[in-house]
Nanobody, 124 residues
Framework: QVQLVQSGGGLVQAGGSLRLSCAAT????????VGWFRQAPGKEREFVAAISWGGGTTYYEDSVKGRFTISRDNINNMAYLQMHSLKFEDTAVYFC?????????????????WGQGTQVTVSS
């Protein structure tokens, strides 16, 4: 089991940037792939980005490609989502999650452990 604690997020104007952090408490963080998801009010949780166990492969939802960057630090058990050129439609609660067996999955059911979520609000 992985305990995930998120930080970052907040209110930003359209075009601005934010970085989300996800701190993992686990013996070997590199045993787990990481994903970021988001959920806007009244909508289902959707995939945003993912990164493989070692960090060598990344995956992005089409609407965030070129604007968001996922990364990880397996020494310090951290994962990050750097967000640039934020748009109003990026407003949502963002979640980090880990998967022991699936790298890059867009299916939230493939992720066993989740962070508490952090609000990102982009003002237009």
């Amino acid at each position: 089991q992985v305990q995930l604690v998120q930080s970052g997020g907040g209110l930003v104007q359209a075009g601005g940037s934010l970085r989300l952090s996800c701190a993992a408490t686990v013996r070997t963080f590199s045993d787990y792939a990481v994903g970021w998801f988001r959920q806007a009010p009244g909508k289902e949780r959707e995939f945003v980005a993912a990164i493989s166990w070692g960090g060598g492969t990344t995956y992005y939802e089409d609407s965030v490609k070129g604007r968001f960057t996922i990364s990880r630090d397996n020494i310090n058990n951290m994962a990050y989502l750097q967000m640039h050129s934020l748009k109003f439609e990026d407003t949502a609660v963002y979640f980090c999650a880990t998967s022991r067996y699936y790298s890059g999955s867009h299916d939230s059911n493939d992720y066993a452990d989740w962070g508490q979520g952090t609000q990102v609000t982009v003002s237009s």
